[in-house]
C-alpha cells in the first residue's frame, strides 16, 4: 500500500523558534493536508493543498505541495507552548478520487523546552 | 453545529465480548470513515462509507463491522473484542470531492 515518511519523528525547540517539518510519499498524491492532534483529541485540519507548487499560509503555519507531487513540507515561525502536540501529514492520490480516501504519516512530536 | 460526535469517550472490554461505538455528525457530510491509533503510530482506516447504505473496507477492516442506515451515524461494531484491538478509535466525516475530513474526539478501547 501506500506509505508516507514524515521526519522528524520529534522534535525539541525552544519558544520562539521556527520549526520545519516534511513528509514524503512512494506514490504522486493529489492532495496534501496537515493536522495537529492535542493530547486526548482528534486531529484538527490545519492546512489543505491541492495543487502542486502550491503555498499556503494558515497564520504562523506555511505549507508547501511539492513541485514532483510526492513531498509536502509544514513550517511554523517563532513557536509559542500552544504549538505543542503531534502534526501529521495525510495525502490522497488519484486512485482514491471519490472516496476520498487518505493515508497518514505517522506524525512529527513537537515539544517545546522551557 | 456539534460536528463530529463519539460515545462512549472510554471503554474497558473483556475478551470475547462485543460493543458498538457510536459515530454521529450534523455537517449534512456524505463521506465518513472510522479509524485506529495505536500509540506512537498514525491512523489506520478501518470502514468508510460514502453515503447512506454504502461501505467499504479500508486498510485494517478484520474483527470489525459497520453500517450506514442515514448520513448521520455510521456505527463501528466490534463482535468478539481482542487484545490487538485495544487503540484509540477516532471517526471522521467529509464533504462530496473535497479531501478535508473533520475528526471526532475519540473512542479509546481497551480490551483485557
Known amino acids: 500500500g501506500q506509505q508516507l515518511n514524515q521526519s522528524p519523528q520529534s522534535m525539541f525547540i525552544q519558544e520562539g523558534e521556527d520549526v520545519s517539518m516534511n513528509c514524503t510519499s512512494s506514490?504522486?498524491?493529489?492532495?496534501w493536508l496537515w493536522y495537529k492532534q492535542d493530547p486526548g483529541e482528534g486531529p484538527v485540519l490545519l492546512i489543505a493543498?491541492?495543487?502542486?507548487?502550491e503555498l499556503t499560509s494558515n497564520g504562523r503555519l506555511t505549507a508547501q505541495f511539492g513541485i514532483t507531487r510526492k513531498d509536502s513540507f509544514l513550517n511554523i515561525s517563532a513557536s509559542i507552548p500552544s504549538d505543542v502536540g503531534i502534526y501529521f501529514c495525510?495525502?490522497?492520490?488519484?486512485?482514491?478520487?471519490?472516496?476520498?480516501?487518505?493515508?497518514f504519516g505517522t506524525g512529527t512530536r513537537l515539544t517545546i523546552i522551557p | 453545529n456539534a460536528g463530529v460526535t463519539q460515545t462512549p469517550k472510554f471503554r474497558i472490554l473483556k475478551i470475547g465480548q462485543s460493543m458498538t461505538l457510536q459515530c454521529t455528525q450534523d455537517?449534512?457530510?456524505?463521506?465518513m470513515y472510522w479509524y485506529r491509533q495505536d500509540p506512537g503510530m498514525g491512523l489506520k482506516l478501518i470502514y468508510y462509507?460514502?453515503?447512506?447504505?454504502?461501505?467499504d473496507k479500508g486498510e485494517v477492516p478484520n474483527g470489525y463491522n459497520v453500517s450506514r442506515s442515514t448520513t448521520e451515524d455510521f456505527p463501528l461494531r466490534l463482535e468478539l473484542a481482542a487484545p490487538s484491538q485495544t487503540s484509540v478509535y477516532f471517526c471522521?466525516?467529509?464533504?462530496?470531492?473535497?479531501?478535508?475530513?473533520?475528526f471526532g474526539p475519540g473512542t479509546r478501547l481497551t480490551v483485557l
Open positions: 471522521a466525516s467529509s464533504p462530496r470531492n473535497t479531501n478535508e475530513q473533520f
Open positions: 455537517m449534512n457530510h456524505n463521506y
Open positions: 495525510a495525502g490522497r492520490s488519484e486512485s482514491n478520487f471519490g472516496n476520498e480516501k487518505l493515508t
Open positions: 493543498l491541492y495543487k502542486a507548487g
Open positions: 506514490s504522486i498524491f493529489n492532495t
Open positions: 462509507s460514502v453515503g447512506a447504505g454504502i461501505t
